[in-house]
């Protein structure tokens, strides 16, 4: 009988380490989520459509249309029309 004490007295002790450091565990990855640290890392996202490095600007023509340019294109100086200028400037 004393032999059996022993053995439930050591199996006992065994499972409350086991039920212990599952506690610890669990409790690091509680705080962990609650402070959002990744556990895997960061994913790559993959995106649909290509990467395009140029810069496009969105410009009125003289009829009126609106088309899209690349700004690598336009060379003019960069100056501000007046009212006046716009004005003579549209077709109709």
């Known amino acids: 009988m004393n032999s059996n004490e022993e053995i439930t007295e050591t199996n006992t002790e065994t499972r409350r380490k086991l039920i212990r ?3 610890v565990l669990s ?6 989520a609650a402070v959002r640290i990744p556990f895997i890392g960061k ?7 290509p990467e395009t490095n140029k810069t496009m600007l969105k410009m009125l023509t003289q009829d009126g249309r609106l088309v899209e340019i690349d700004a690598s294109l336009l060379t003019a100086s960069k100056k501000k029309i007046s009212n006046n200028e716009l004005q003579n400037w549209i077709k109709k």
């Open 21 to 23: 450091g599952l506690g």
């Open 27 to 32: 409790m690091f990855a509680a705080i962990a």
């Open 43 to 49: 994913k790559e996202v993959i995106s649909c459509k």
